[in-house]
């Protein structure tokens, strides 16, 4: 089976920055668009940030302009790299992607276990 592994969360003050990845592995055979979203205490898991196959990006207003989405197709892995970090981005950050296991195979959702990034004052 497909599974997505996220790392690099932690805990950093404020103004500070992280950068969070997220391999998939397991039976791939293409993987269309990849995101990260995050679920903060008490609130709904949003969209921060998004990535097609072929590069077009999106982002949350709450962060354009200081988090970037990039991928390395090659890898499988999609990357958040989080700049000028502030109190209000303390969430889980859960990483996604459409992954298809095969050809003639329809796309499938697939999330990984999240990652906790605190952002201290």
């Known amino acids: 089976q497909v599974q997505l592994v996220e790392s690099g969360g932690g805990l950093v003050q404020a103004g500070g920055f992280l950068r969070l990845s997220c391999a998939a592995s397991?039976?791939?055979?293409?993987?269309?668009?990849m995101g990260w979203y995050r679920q903060a205490p008490g609130k709904q898991r949003e969209l921060v940030a998004s990535?097609?196959?072929?590069?077009?990006?999106n982002y949350a207003d709450s962060v354009k302009g200081r988090f970037t989405i990039s991928r390395d197709n090659a890898k499988n892995t999609v990357y958040l790299q989080m700049n000028s970090l502030k109190p209000e981005d303390t969430a889980v950050y859960y990483c996604?992607?459409?992954?298809?296991?095969?050809?003639?195979?329809?796309?499938?959702?697939?999330w990984g276990q999240g990652t906790l990034v605190t952002v201290s004052s």
């Open positions: 996604n992607a459409d992954i298809r296991g095969g050809p003639g195979y329809r796309y499938l959702e697939v």
């Open positions: 397991g039976r791939i055979f293409s993987i269309d668009g």
């Open positions: 990535i097609t196959s072929g590069g077009i990006t």
